[in-house]
Structure formats: structure tokens, C-alpha cells
């Protein structure tokens, strides 16, 4: 588990479930969420697998909780090499594969596919690495995060609030 620093980008018309999910990441009481989410102060929280399920979760409802780039705050669990970098934003495409091919050792496909989809690029790291990684994203014009736990999975699917749901109305 990785101590992270966040705040909430925006709520839409949620404002009531925003503070809900800060209370429940942050152990706050409902003054004090509520302070955290109008204001858009930063705040810390134990990102783990419940933790993301959430965060995934509010933003499929609208709202947006944005991990703050560099805000992995080092814990004892952080330096054991639990850590990975996901790719969160490009805008330099090109760089940010051939960066990835060099950081991987993958072919060029591969490379394309996990930078089009957000995945996680590598994982096993501790902070030092991890935040290296990162800046070298920077450096090229694309946006990585960290990411608690070694596992490599896909980044989640971000619902946005102006888009309606496809699915919204159907009967599984």
C-alpha cells in the first residue's frame, strides 16, 4: 500500500457523493470532506485495492479525483518495490512510445497498444524508480502516475460526467 496526496478536480452535480467518497478514502468527518471537496485542498490517503474500486467508481458517477503527479508519499510499504507506473496522459504520442520501447524492451506494437490504452508500463518498483520513471515522462511530453501494487493491469476506464452511459438503461 502506497500513501497518496489527491484532491477532488471537480464534482459536477454530485457534490454530496464527492464528500462521501472523501470521508470513506480520507477517515474524515463530513466538516471537514466537505471543506477538502469545495476548496480542492489536497489530501492523503492509503491507496489500495479498495481504495482504486472507489475511486473508480466515483469517477463513473462524475466525479473527478485526480492523484496529484509526484504524490506518492513514501511508507515503509512503498520502498519494498510495490510500485508501478501507469501511463495517465499523452500528448507527444511518438516520444511516449519510443520511451516505452526503451524502458520495456518491447516491439513496437506492444509499445503503441499500452500507451493507447493507458496501461501499466512497469511494475516492481520502489519509489525512487518509480518517480524517475515518471520525470522522464515528463520530460517527454506525456503524463505517467504511480500506482500502488506490482500487478500490471489495465489503467480503469474514467467515466466522464458529460458523456451519458450507453448502458445506462439496460437490463443485465
Keep these: 500500500m502506497a500513501r497518496v496526496r489527491t484532491h477532488v478536480e471537480s464534482f459536477g452535480q454530485t457534490k454530496i457523493l464527492a464528500i462521501k467518497i472523501v470521508r470513506e478514502l480520507g477517515g474524515f468527518g463530513l466538516r471537514e470532506a466537505k471543506a477538502l471537496v469545495e476548496d480542492g485542498t489536497e489530501f492523503e490517503f492509503e491507496l489500495d485495492g479498495r481504495t482504486e474500486a472507489l475511486l473508480a467508481d466515483a469517477a463513473r458517477k462524475g466525479v473527478q479525483i485526480v492523484l496529484d503527479e509526484h504524490a506518492v508519499v513514501a511508507s515503509p510499504a512503498a520502498s519494498g518495490g510495490s510500485l508501478a507506473v501507469r501511463i495517465a496522459g499523452v500528448s507527444n504520442k511518438i516520444a511516449a512510445i ?71 438503461d439496460d437490463d443485465f
Design 98 to 168: 519510443k520511451l516505452v520501447r526503451q524502458l520495456t524492451q518491447v516491439g513496437l506494437a506492444e509499445a503503441k497498444g499500452i500507451v493507447d490504452r493507458g496501461d501499466v508500463i512497469t511494475d516492481g518498483l520502489d519509489a525512487s524508480a518509480a518517480q524517475a520513471i515518471v520525470e522522464q515522462f515528463a520530460a517527454s511530453g506525456a503524463r505517467a502516475e504511480i500506482v500502488a501494487g506490482g500487478a500490471a493491469v489495465p489503467a480503469p476506464v474514467v467515466a466522464r460526467a458529460d458523456v451519458p452511459d450507453p448502458y445506462a
